[in-house]
């Protein structure tokens, strides 16, 4: 077996693993740490052609073994009467769990990472490392912070885990509800960073799209009575369609507007307008993240960017107004406004978001401000706002967006 | 596990509160209180009297320091505590959202530390 194919099968069942072990042995640190010595043990025998038939098993059994040879050496250390009788229950555990359970485990686990005791950047810093099981650089990378620091967050939220007594199980059904939200939140906070980044020299971190899309169906195979899940994940895979459209080689972006669409991936599409049917179809109360998905398919759908649907859109985002109001749901349906009754009318529900404040640096604010501006002719006003959309933003392919529209005036 | 629930208020605009409103506070109190007893949640709990008749201590080269008034300047006040045994964080956040001052306050949860036997 090459070590990429190893590399691979970690990488797809090291989160399972991880939610099982935790389950076994009770601690989150212990069962890291023996995965990593069942891993060490696999990187020596599995590339020397002895692999196991259900490595997923393998590893969590040599996990538990090493598991116990850790808790020994803590008795032998320092005498624990509790850790003694936890060896034995480890050991009166049958080696092979139904499947069920191990689906158990990860929604445990994914739950507990989400529990709302938790900051909204330490719920997803913790769902990268446990459930997607990237490395800690990877995540100090995905917030753009040091290893240091972050090695230091995730071991104070597994602190937390431990001492504040945060349970390890799927929340009882009449919290469930709200704390499904959260999980969604996070899933989407993940996304939406892969999908436009906060800032640096990329516009887009497919990996952490990837890894939030992975996320999705994983829930959505679940939990597949949960209808909000499958908004979320259709909204995800219809943005991520258009990704290959979204920048040149060089890294600049293409706007919507000017995409080649034949560059778009039409069987994600048609992945992702299915699964907008089904989570439209539920009766009752919209669900937020399936309009939002209703809007992405509408854009998808649509030939070209001037036979685009717009007055739907318009309603659609007028729906998400009622259903779940933001500053940026807002600024979208303004945009949206202006392809049905002409860039004047959203220029005055544009401004009448600023003048009303509490938007406070949304950095989108000024850019959607100067392209209306700039579709009116008022050149010198537009020219303003690009400055003030250039200030806002850190991300390098926008302020060269900027750069260029300002060009395009002269 | 224990956790301690500290119950915060703002103590100057509790005082403003007209009297039918205290009474009926006090009897939520009561019945939230009983209600905890009876499922074998409650250890401790008492209500403070406010920060106005608070004193802090401290002791610096052997000598002793009093200062009149609370530890900290706050906007919410420490106004109460309940010590209760619950099974994990997700029972005691719920035993404190029903707390009847968290509707107007805060309820800050500390599990209470153990030492290992």
Known sequence: ?410 | MQYLLMIYQNEAEYAKIDTGTTQKMSAEYEAFTQGIIQNGNFKAGDRLRPTTTATTVRVRDGKTLTTDGPFAETREQLGGYYLIEAKDLDTAIEIASRIPSARVGSIEVRPIWVYDK
């Open chain 1, 1 to 410: 077996m090459t070590a990429s194919e190893i590399e691979k099968i970690f990488r797809d069942e090291a989160g399972r693993a991880l939610a099982t072990l935790i389950r076994l042995v009770g601690d989150f640190d212990l069962a890291e740490d023996a995965l990593q010595d069942a891993i060490a043990v696999a990187l020596e025998r599995w590339p020397a052609g002895e692999v196991p038939d259900n490595p997923r098993a393998w590893l969590v059994n040599v996990a538990k073994h090493k598991a116990i040879d850790r808790i020994r050496r803590q008795i032998a250390f320092r005498g624990k009467q509790q850790a003694l009788v936890h060896e034995l229950e480890l050991n009166a555990q049958a080696a092979d769990e139904p499947p069920a359970m191990l689906d158990d485990d990860m929604l445990r686990l994914i739950f507990t990472c989400c529990h709302p005791a938790f900051a909204p950047e330490v719920q997803v810093a913790l769902t990268l490392r446990t459930v997607c099981g990237l490395s800690t650089a990877q995540v100090a990378r995905a917030f753009l912070i040091g290893e240091d620091a972050m090695a230091q967050r995730l071991v104070r939220a597994k602190q937390k885990i431990r001492l504040a007594g945060i349970p390890y199980e799927v929340p009882e059904r009449d919290t469930l509800v709200a704390r499904l939200d959260g999980v969604l939140a996070v899933i989407y906070l993940v996304f939406t960073e892969g999908y436009v980044a906060t800032s640096g020299a990329d516009l887009m971190r497919p990996d952490l799209a990837a890894e939030a899309i992975r996320l999705g169906r994983l829930l959505d195979r679940l939990m597949p009575d949960r209808t909000g899940i499958r908004g979320l994940l259709a909204l995800m895979l219809l943005h991520d369609a258009r990704r290959a459209g979204r920048e040149t080689a060089a890294g600049d972006i293409v706007l919507l507007e000017e995409q080649d669409r034949t560059r778009w991936d039409h069987a994600q599409i048609a992945e992702g307008l299915r699964l907008v049917d089904d989570a439209l179809r539920v009766p009752g109360r919209p669900q937020p993240y399936a309009v939002q998905a209703a809007i992405a398919a509408l854009h998808a759908r649509a030939p070209s960017y001037e036979h685009t649907d717009w007055p739907q859109i318009a309603g659609l985002y007028e729906v998400l107004l009622r259903i779940s109001p933001s500053p940026v749901v807002e600024l979208n349906h303004a945009a949206a406004v202006s392809m049905v009754d002409g860039p004047a009318r959203a220029l005055d529900l544009v401004d009448a978001i600023a003048a009303r404040g509490g938007l406070g640096g949304y950095e989108l604010l000024p850019a959607v401000r100067a392209d209306l501006l700039r579709r009116l002719g008022r050149k010198d006003e537009a020219r303003a706002a690009y400055r003030a959309a250039t200030e806002a933003t850190q991300l390098e392919p926008l302020r060269r967006l900027y750069a260029r529209r300002t060009r395009e005036m002269e």
